[in-house]
């Protein structure tokens, strides 16, 4: 075994060292996936904004503005959709009660629980904690924020999961970003609430820390940010009601992003709003939920959103049209270019394919530990975020997993329609659903 | 009650209650006698007792009041009416007022079975309470009459709804909560045993059942709400309610829905507060109490179960023997003369044989206005009370009982004459204040002569060995 490590690294020694006697085109070759996609994606977008979190001149100003809305106390009204969370519904309530910024109602939704939801939240709504309503049969979360929506009361609407649990200052300096009234939503910042329950967890909980907190602050600079969670993310009333809330079926969160966006508002990121939710602990439900994540890149970003692309459109705007394009690089186009480049070092370069396999985790281990510094520095968690980093190895065999998931999640959903038997949606609406 | 032995020589009695005229016009026999009023000395041989009316309201008001007496409650009673009626509560039986002799006597030895079996009982302790003594009854009219089981009835005037009507006519309750505290009591005494009817909510203020409950709103407890129905479009995921679905179009998408289950389901109900437009989902119920007008959440309504009651085993064993199985002491926690009498015994006995003292204490009415407070020094209260009075004073092993002749008796081993005047004098400062009146205090050392003889000297002014006055 010893020996058998010794004579790898001992070829990827001899490999690196031919490379340096090479011409820079050479290097480029065997790793353009890296500098042509991952480089100027992560690493330099990253550097870039960590430049702009850092020096930025406005970064008082910008939170004296914020905090005159808190001022001002609009009502917040906070929606809950419930199905079967028994363990975590009062939870979650209990970490909204605790905000800071008390001026809001808590709507929950029951979305016909069969388990004690039921009870548990007639048990809050007598004792006046919440705002409680139930559907008989289940409906789909949609349906349920829909239902809830109608009650709001609030100048600002906060969806979040029923599984989520808040820092006490989330849902005030979420709402504190609504004083631009340009933005029509807010994302907040997604953190890992069962990170330590394996590896899978863990590797997620480092994915939310880079890819998705950190790639969130770079399309909310960029402006192309087009999704807000739905664990967590603000919205004026108005415009919720106005683009007709929630359509059904998965997806349903970039949907209603992608609306708020072709209204003419803006959407950004308020890091400081931190939400831990609940990540799939097996395989087989990361599995299942990354399928769905990525089917909907095809059914509501390019099927059902296809307008943006178009530049005669009524509704184009060049924002837009990046804010869907950046998913369609990122997510679609990066996958089958990963797919395409193992390919290609296969057939091109089969003697040395195990060594450039190899130089490609050196340098995505490089690149992903310089990431990994920046949202550190970034991170209002430094410690618990330190902890992590020894996942890094394990990081981008993981990345590249993910990839692969979303190939097939792609071909599902172009040629089968996968998304429209996902049972996310109900059976009797996925029968009514509208295809794209 | 009274012996219920008679002599052969009396003849028995049929007494009638009714109008003056009515009850003059029965005719005598000579078999028995026709009484026109309850006397104590024809307990004995009282078989039977008529009601004379055509009014149902006035042979009602007979009824309680001879089933309210506990020396009547028991006996049988028929009711001569020529109102065609079912058996009014607690008669035993109504004929037509037919006084021809020999239908009397036919009436009378027709229910002289029933007669004989009250003659059965033994007596009613004189230490029982007129409350104890009214229980003591019922349960032995549910025996005499085979009543299984004593059902509540619903009854407007109650306050918990219910009431239980011949219960309370021999308890002698006129409010309803005593006849259901009466029940309660003799069921955790073990005498009855409930078994659940009926749960019933009474208001928390005024503790009636007579509450209006209602939905209102949460936010300003209005009463005046609107019921939405709402519709979800399956399409496009719109959930409304269905007034916002004019010509069943969707407003969201504007499709219009055909077919409900397929198109479009109802899946839930909400509510509007047409006051302030509060929307919730879920009503408060809330009560409003329509007789002291206390408005309070329906969590707070006093829920009470009504039972029905069965008499068990030691519930007939106490409504014969007269007292509870095992039990030594009265109601007032005061010895059973009869076992103050052995008591007595066995501490002579000893007195005897060791050469120690006994004494014994009579505790009774003064004559300086005590005794003019209560109409005898004999009523089971009174007794009660010098009893509580006493039993603070006394020693541990000093035991008491209720004397026959009025007072309170009690007996304290190892006292000498000293100490007796010592404990008699301590009873004394111990009445003053607290019933606010002057008893009579006297004592006597046991020098081997017999309770009874004791009792006379305690009870002859002239003889007593030593008096003490309270000033």
């Given at each position: 075994m010893i020996e058998t490590i010794q004579v790898w690294l001992g070829g990827l020694f001899s490999f690196l060292a031919h490379l340096i006697d090479q011409e820079p085109l050479i290097f480029i070759r065997y790793f353009w996936l890296f500098f042509f996609f991952d480089l100027p994606r992560h690493l330099l977008s990253g550097c870039i904004v960590f430049m702009i979190e850092i020096f930025s001149p406005d970064r008082q100003l910008q939170l004296d503005d914020r905090r005159e809305v808190i001022k001002r106390s609009p009502l917040v009204s906070i929606v809950i959709p419930a199905w079967n969370e028994e363990g975590t519904i009062s939870q979650t309530v209990s970490s909204l009660e605790?905000?800071?910024?008390?001026h809001n109602e808590i709507i929950v939704i029951n979305?016909?629980?069969?388990?004690a939801t039921n009870s548990i939240c007639q048990r809050l709504s007598r004792q006046g904690r919440i705002r409680y309503f139930s559907l008989r049969e289940r409906s789909g979360k949609s349906a349920a924020l829909n239902y809830g929506t109608q009650f709001c009361k609030g100048e600002f609407i906060v969806f979040v999961d029923s599984d989520s649990f808040f820092d006490s200052d989330a849902i005030g300096n979420l709402i504190?970003?609504?004083?631009?009234?340009?933005?029509?939503a807010v994302a907040g910042n997604l953190r890992v609430a069962?990170?330590?329950?394996?590896l899978w967890t863990e590797l997620q909980s480092l994915e939310y820390l880079l890819n998705i907190g950190l790639g969130r602050r770079v399309r909310a600079w960029m402006r192309i940010l087009s999704v807000i969670p739905g664990a967590f993310g603000g919205f004026r009333a108005s415009l919720v009601r106005a683009s007709g809330g929630h359509d059904p079926g998965p997806g349903n969160d970039s949907d209603l992003t992608a609306k708020i966006r072709k209204i003419g508002m803006r959407v950004v990121f308020a890091p400081d709003a931190v939400c831990f939710t609940h990540v799939p602990a097996s395989f087989y439900g990361f599995i299942k939920q990354r399928l769905r994540w990525s089917r909907c890149l095809v059914s509501?970003?390019?099927?059902?959103?296809?307008?943006?692309?178009?530049?005669?459109?009524?509704?184009?705007?060049s924002s837009n049209l990046l804010a869907a394009s950046e998913p369609l690089f990122s997510h679609l186009i990066l996958s089958w270019a990963t797919l395409f480049y193992i390919v290609d070092m296969v057939s091109n370069f089969p003697l040395i394919f195990p060594y450039i396999l190899m130089a490609n985790y050196l340098l995505y281990l490089c690149s992903s530990f310089i990431e990994a510094l920046i949202a550190l520095a970034l991170s209002d968690r430094k410690r618990e975020d330190v902890s992590?980093?020894?996942?890094l190895g394990m990081y981008h065999p993981y990345i590249w997993f993910h990839k692969m998931v979303r190939i097939v999640a792609y071909i599902q959903e172009t040629f089968l329609f996968s998304s429209y038997r996902?049972?996310?949606?109900?059976k009797k609406v996925r029968r009514n659903m509208e295809s794209w | 009650m009274v012996d219920s032995l008679k002599s052969p020589r009396e003849k028995p009695g049929f007494l009638l209650l009714g109008s003056v005229e009515d009850v003059n016009s029965v005719p005598q026999h000579p078999e028995f006698d026709i009484l026109l009023h309850h006397r104590e000395k024809d307990q004995a041989r009282l078989r039977i007792i008529g009601v004379i009316s055509d009014d149902p309201a006035v042979i009602e008001d007979m009824i309680c009041r001879v089933r309210g007496d506990c020396d009547l409650a028991l006996i049988p009673l028929v009711v001569f009416s020529s109102?065609?009626?079912?058996?009014?509560?607690?008669?035993d039986g109504i004929y037509p007022p037919v006084f021809n002799p020999q239908i009397l006597l036919g009436i009378l030895k027709e229910w002289e079975p029933l007669r004989e079996k009250i003659d059965k009982f033994s007596s009613l302790s004189e230490n029982l309470s007129k409350r104890e003594k009214n229980r003591l009854i019922l349960l032995r009219y549910l025996i005499l009459r085979g009543v299984k089981k004593l059902e509540p009835k619903r009854d407007i005037h109650s306050a918990t709804g219910y009431s239980y009507p011949f219960a309370r006519m021999i308890l002698n309750a006129a409010p309803y909560d005593e006849c259901e505290a009466d029940l309660k009591i003799m069921e955790n005494r073990g005498l009855m045993e409930g078994e659940f009817v009926d749960t019933v909510h009474l208001c928390?203020?005024?503790?009636?059942?007579n509450l209006n409950f209602r939905e209102v709103c949460p936010?300003?407890?209005?009463?005046?709400l609107a019921e939405e129905r709402n519709i979800h479009h399956?399409?496009?995921?719109y959930v409304g309610c269905?007034?916002?679905?004019?010509?069943?179009?969707?407003?969201?998408?504007?499709r219009r829905l055909k077919h409900i289950g397929v198109d479009?389901?109802?899946?839930s109900v909400s509510f509007r507060c047409i006051d302030c437009k509060e929307g919730f989902g879920d009503p408060l119920v809330a009560c409003l109490c329509?007789?002291?007008g206390k408005d309070f959440p329906v969590e707070e309504a006093v829920k009470r179960h009504i039972q029905g009651y069965t008499l068990t085993p030691e519930g007939k064993r106490y409504a014969w023997a007269?007292?509870?199985?095992?039990?030594?002491?009265s109601e007032s926690g005061l010895l059973e003369f009869g076992v103050f009498k052995e008591f007595f015994s066995v501490q002579t006995a000893i007195a005897e044989r060791t050469g120690q003292n006994l004494s014994l204490i009579l505790v009774r009415g003064g004559s300086t206005g005590f005794s003019d407070k209560v109409a005898?020094?004999?009523?089971p209260d009174t007794t009660h009370r010098l009893a509580e009075v006493m039993r603070k004073t006394l020693r541990g092993q000093d035991v008491m009982t209720a004397s026959p002749a009025g007072g309170v008796l009690a007996l304290a081993p190892e006292t000498s004459e000293d100490k007796a005047v010592d404990i008699s004098r301590r009873i004394s400062n111990a009445f003053r204040g607290n019933l606010g009146d002057t008893p009579v205090v006297t004592f006597y050392e046991y020098n081997g002569i017999s309770l009874e003889e004791v009792m006379e000297k305690l009870y002859a002014p002239e003889e007593a060995v030593e008096r003490v006055h309270t000033t």
């Open positions: 605790e905000q800071t910024y008390t979305d016909g629980s069969v388990d504190g970003h609504f004083n631009d009234r340009r933005i029509g069962n990170s330590h329950k394996n509501i970003r390019i099927r059902k959103h296809k307008s943006v692309f178009n530049p005669l459109h009524r509704n184009f705007s992590r980093l020894i996942y996902d049972p996310f949606a109900p | 109102i065609k009626t079912s058996s009014p509560v607690m008669a928390c203020g005024c503790g009636r059942y936010r300003c407890r209005s009463a005046n399956f399409r496009c995921g269905e007034a916002e679905f004019s010509g069943m179009k969707c407003p969201k998408c504007r479009y389901e109802l899946p329509i007789r002291c007269g007292r509870e199985e095992g039990a030594v002491k005898t020094t004999n009523t």
